[in-house]
């Protein structure tokens, strides 16, 4: 399969399967074009190595970003919003529980967040466009806030229908519902799944790595 989507409970590591995947794959397979946005749990501003940029995405230096990822925003200690950043430095907000701006009365709402949508929009959906010199797609991930987005799902369709591999995070349904979006995603024909677990994680990053190395030599 050209798609594989990693799913599993909050916090059990996809988000950093998903990087240390790519890491590897950037290593061995040197001109590697890839293209997606990927989330990152981790409070700002604890900083992403340039050692570790270069190897996702050494384009940082000579072109824009590949790669998004939405990281945690954080106040005293207490997780406040998520904010969607390029690695080459551009950012913008993603969801907050303490906007209060006139505009925000209309965003759609995750719990205690305010999702900006248009926000999202104009970061992910440049990240998404189908071209021909690409050779992976990273999806990290789709999820609620995500799918707010009237154009965000289309795109990740587009993408998944595409002949480029993709490798992409899902969360597991919640008391027994599946988000629409998602179900259409995990029931893709052209779809596999891997749920992970504290104990098959080293497993499945090998699976995974395996599987899409071997794509990329048919490429």
């Known amino acids: 399969s050209r798609c594989l989507l990693v799913t599993g409970p909050p916090g059990v590591g996809k988000t950093t399967l998903v990087m240390r995947v790519l890491e590897t794959l950037r290593s061995s397979h040197l001109h590697l074009a890839v293209r997606g946005f990927y989330t990152r749990t981790a409070p700002r501003p604890t900083p992403i190595?340039?050692?570790?940029?270069?190897?996702?995405?050494?384009?940082?230096?000579?072109?824009?970003?590949?790669?998004?990822?939405?990281?945690?925003?954080?106040?005293?200690?207490?997780?406040?919003?998520?904010?969607?950043?390029?690695?080459?430095?551009?950012?913008?907000?993603?969801?907050s529980s303490r906007i209060r701006s006139p505009e925000s009365v209309r965003w759609p709402t995750v719990g205690k967040y305010k999702v900006d949508v248009a926000s999202l929009e104009s970061l992910a959906l440049p990240e998404l466009q189908v071209k021909e010199d690409t050779d992976l797609f990273i999806i990290d991930e789709v999820g609620k806030m995500e799918l707010f987005s009237?154009?965000?799902?289309p795109a990740v369709m587009r993408v998944m229908e595409s002949n480029i591999p993709v490798l992409?995070?899902?969360?597991?349904?919640?008391?027994?519902r599946d988000i629409p979006g998602v179900a259409r995603l995990r029931n893709h024909p052209g779809a596999d799944v891997f749920t992970l677990n504290t104990g098959n994680r080293d497993t499945m990053r090998e699976s995974i790595y395996n599987q899409l190395s071997r794509l990329m030599q048919k490429r």
């Open 49 to 95: 190595s340039d050692s570790f940029a270069r190897a996702v995405c050494p384009q940082k230096f000579h072109s824009p970003s590949c790669f998004l990822f939405a990281g945690e925003v954080r106040e005293n200690g207490e997780r406040v919003g998520f904010e969607v950043v390029t690695l080459d430095g551009r950012s913008g907000p993603l969801a």
């Open 150 to 153: 009237p154009a965000f799902f």
């Open 168 to 176: 992409a995070t899902i969360p597991l349904p919640r008391y027994g």
